[in-house]
Protein backbone atom coordinates (compact mmCIF):
# COMPACT_ATOMS: atom_id res chain seq x y z
CA UNK A 1 0.00 0.00 0.00
CA UNK A 2 1.32 3.37 -0.83
CA UNK A 3 1.13 6.18 2.00
CA UNK A 4 -0.88 8.99 1.73
CA UNK A 5 1.75 10.96 2.93
CA UNK A 6 5.71 11.66 2.61
CA UNK A 7 6.56 13.56 6.05
CA UNK A 8 4.18 14.16 8.97
CA UNK A 9 5.69 17.48 10.64
CA UNK A 10 4.86 18.24 14.57
CA UNK A 11 5.13 22.16 15.03
CA UNK A 12 4.45 24.56 17.59
CA UNK A 13 1.45 26.96 16.09
CA UNK A 14 1.93 29.18 18.88
CA UNK A 15 5.17 30.63 17.72
CA UNK A 16 4.62 33.07 14.78
CA UNK A 17 7.90 32.25 13.03
CA UNK A 18 6.73 28.55 12.83
CA UNK A 19 3.60 29.33 11.78
CA UNK A 20 5.16 31.64 8.99
CA UNK A 21 6.73 28.79 7.70
CA UNK A 22 4.00 26.40 7.99
CA UNK A 23 1.96 28.30 6.10
CA UNK A 24 4.43 28.61 3.35
CA UNK A 25 4.83 25.09 2.89
CA UNK A 26 1.04 24.37 3.10
CA UNK A 27 0.59 27.05 -0.19
CA UNK A 28 3.55 24.53 -1.81
CA UNK A 29 1.97 21.39 -0.99
CA UNK A 30 -0.33 21.31 -3.86
CA UNK A 31 0.19 17.28 -3.50
CA UNK A 32 -0.93 16.84 0.25
CA UNK A 33 1.95 14.99 0.76
CA UNK A 34 2.52 16.41 4.25
CA UNK A 35 0.46 15.83 7.66
CA UNK A 36 0.42 18.84 9.29
CA UNK A 37 0.23 18.77 13.43
CA UNK A 38 -0.08 21.68 15.45
CA UNK A 39 1.06 20.37 19.11
CA UNK A 40 0.93 23.44 20.77
CA UNK A 41 -2.63 22.91 22.39
CA UNK A 42 -1.37 19.58 23.80
CA UNK A 43 -1.15 19.01 27.20
CA UNK A 44 2.00 19.67 28.50
CA UNK A 45 2.48 16.05 29.79
CA UNK A 46 1.01 14.58 26.65
CA UNK A 47 2.65 12.07 24.34
CA UNK A 48 2.41 11.28 20.78
CA UNK A 49 3.85 7.80 20.45
CA UNK A 50 6.21 7.91 23.30
CA UNK A 51 7.90 11.12 22.67
CA UNK A 52 6.94 13.73 24.79
CA UNK A 53 5.52 16.96 24.22
CA UNK A 54 8.94 18.61 25.61
CA UNK A 55 10.69 17.21 23.17
CA UNK A 56 8.62 18.07 20.73
CA UNK A 57 8.49 21.55 21.51
CA UNK A 58 12.15 21.58 22.14
CA UNK A 59 12.97 21.21 18.28
CA UNK A 60 10.84 20.37 14.95
CA UNK A 61 10.02 16.95 14.57
CA UNK A 62 8.87 14.64 11.57
CA UNK A 63 7.50 11.48 11.17
CA UNK A 64 8.24 9.16 8.30
CA UNK A 65 5.27 6.79 6.72
CA UNK A 66 7.20 4.04 8.53
CA UNK A 67 7.06 5.32 11.88
CA UNK A 68 10.81 6.83 12.18
CA UNK A 69 11.32 10.29 13.85
CA UNK A 70 13.46 12.22 12.38
CA UNK A 71 13.98 15.77 13.65
CA UNK A 72 15.86 19.27 13.07
CA UNK A 73 17.33 20.29 9.96
CA UNK A 74 16.47 16.55 8.69
CA UNK A 75 12.95 17.50 8.67
CA UNK A 76 12.92 20.85 6.58
CA UNK A 77 15.11 19.08 4.12
CA UNK A 78 11.89 15.84 4.03
CA UNK A 79 9.09 18.63 3.78
CA UNK A 80 11.19 20.52 1.50
CA UNK A 81 11.52 17.00 -0.48
CA UNK A 82 7.90 16.49 -0.22
CA UNK A 83 6.42 19.55 -2.30
CA UNK A 84 9.14 19.04 -4.84
CA UNK A 85 12.42 20.99 -3.98
CA UNK A 86 14.69 17.94 -2.90
CA UNK A 87 17.16 18.52 -5.34
CA UNK A 88 17.65 21.91 -3.64
CA UNK A 89 17.51 20.22 -0.10
CA UNK A 90 21.15 18.40 -1.51
CA UNK A 91 23.60 21.35 -0.73
CA UNK A 92 22.48 21.40 2.47
CA UNK A 93 23.81 18.07 2.73
CA UNK A 94 27.15 19.42 1.46
CA UNK A 95 30.42 19.31 4.18
CA UNK A 96 30.08 22.69 5.62
CA UNK A 97 27.06 23.85 4.91
CA UNK A 98 25.23 20.56 6.96
CA UNK A 99 27.20 21.37 10.37
CA UNK A 100 26.38 25.60 9.64
CA UNK A 101 22.77 24.51 9.39
CA UNK A 102 22.42 22.18 12.02
CA UNK A 103 24.47 24.64 14.68
CA UNK A 104 21.90 27.52 13.04
CA UNK A 105 18.48 25.48 13.32
CA UNK A 106 19.82 24.66 17.25
CA UNK A 107 20.81 28.15 18.33
CA UNK A 108 16.99 28.98 16.78
CA UNK A 109 14.90 26.30 18.73
CA UNK A 110 16.91 27.20 21.99
CA UNK A 111 16.11 30.81 21.88
CA UNK A 112 13.09 30.97 20.41
CA UNK A 113 10.51 31.48 22.82
CA UNK A 114 12.58 34.53 24.04
CA UNK A 115 12.26 35.61 19.87
CA UNK A 116 8.89 35.10 19.88
CA UNK A 117 7.86 36.77 23.13
CA UNK A 118 6.70 33.99 24.83
CA UNK A 119 9.04 33.31 27.75
CA UNK A 120 8.09 31.71 30.78
CA UNK A 121 10.05 31.42 34.07
CA UNK A 122 14.04 31.14 32.48
CA UNK A 123 13.04 31.65 29.26
CA UNK A 124 14.19 28.63 27.46
CA UNK A 125 13.16 25.20 25.90
CA UNK A 126 14.17 22.42 27.29
CA UNK A 127 16.43 20.43 25.41
CA UNK A 128 15.74 16.54 25.06
CA UNK A 129 18.71 14.37 27.09
Known sequence: MIPDFDI??????DCPICRREIAFLRRLDRRNRIRFTDIAPLDPAATVD???RTDLMAEIHGRLPDGRWIKGVEVFRQLYSAVGLGPLMRVTRWMGIEQVLDTAYAAFARRRLRWTNRCDKDCRVETPQ
Do not use: I, L
Not at 8 to 13: A, K, M, T
Open 8 to 13: EVFFDG
Open 50 to 52: DVP
